[in-house]
C-alpha cells in the first residue's frame, strides 16, 4: 500500500514539475523580444550542498561540489519586477561518515525555480521564491553499511523535492550575467535528511 501511495505520488510529483517548467519557461518566452528587457541564457555553475539529519545515530556529512547547468530565463514584468525560472541539472553530493565507515552520496535532480526578481538598477537585482526539483538519478559508492543504513543519508531518495531560494543576480555584460543563491531545503532529500546549498553560476545570454 505505502509503495502504491509513493508511486502515485511520484507521478503526481513529476506532472506538476512538468506543468510548471512548461508554464514558467513559455511565459518567460511569450514576453521575450529585443525591446521587453527578457534574457534568456545558458547557465553553468556550482552546487554546494550541507546535509542534515534527524536521524539517530547521525553521520558526520563533508560538503562536496556539485554542478550544475541548464536554462534560466528572466521576463520582464514592470516596474524593475522580473519573473526568474527556467531548468537545469544540479547535483547534490556530499560525503557521509558512519560509526568510521564513509561513502559519497549524489542526487541529480532537474531544478525549476519559479521566483521572482527585483532589479536596483540595470545591472544588480535580488531575487526570491521556490525551487522545485524532479529526481533524475542518485548513487552512493563506498562503504556498504553506509549505504543501506537507514540513518546514512540515501535512504529512500526523495523523487520529488521543494526548497526555497534566496540570491542576488548581477549583469556585467550585454551577453554575460552571474547569479549566487543560497537554497534551504522544505521537504526531505532522503529519509529524515534535507539539504541546503550555496551556488554559483555564470549565464550566457542568447
Not at 60 to 65: G, H, I, K, R
Not at 67 to 85: N, Y
Amino acid at each position: 500500500m505505502a509503495k502504491s501511495l509513493n508511486r502515485t505520488f511520484s507521478k503526481i510529483s513529476s506532472a506538476i514539475l512538468a506543468v510548471t517548467a512548461i508554464a514558467s519557461v513559455s511565459a518567460a518566452a511569450y514576453v521575450s523580444s529585443p525591446s521587453s528587457g527578457t534574457d534568456v541564457g545558458y547557465m553553468f555553475g556550482v552546487k554546494n550542498a550541507n546535509f542534515s539529519t534527524s536521524g539517530s545515530p547521525a553521520p558526520t556529512f563533508t560538503s562536496e561540489t556539485g554542478l550544475m547547468a541548464g536554462v534560466i530565463a528572466i521576463g520582464d514584468l514592470g516596474s524593475g519586477v522580473k519573473f526568474r525560472s527556467g531548468g537545469y541539472y544540479a547535483e547534490r553530493t556530499a560525503k557521509t561518515t558512519l560509526s568510521g565507515a564513509t561513502s559519497t552520496i549524489k542526487f541529480s535532480y532537474l531544478d525549476v525555480p519559479v521566483t521572482a526578481l527585483y532589479k536596483f538598477n540595470d545591472m544588480v537585482g535580488a531575487f526570491g521564491g521556490l525551487a522545485l526539483g524532479l529526481k533524475i538519478a542518485d548513487s552512493c559508492t563506498g562503504d556498504s553499511t553506509v549505504c543501506s543504513s537507514t540513518t546514512g543519508g540515501y535512504n529512500l531518495p526523495a523523487s520529488f523535492i521543494t526548497a526555497g531560494q534566496l540570491g542576488l543576480d548581477a549583469k556585467f555584460h550585454p551577453n554575460w550575467s552571474g547569479e549566487i543563491f543560497y537554497e534551504f531545503g522544505l521537504s526531505d532529500i532522503s529519509q529524515s535528511t534535507k539539504a541546503s546549498s550555496i551556488s554559483a553560476a555564470l549565464i550566457f545570454i542568447y
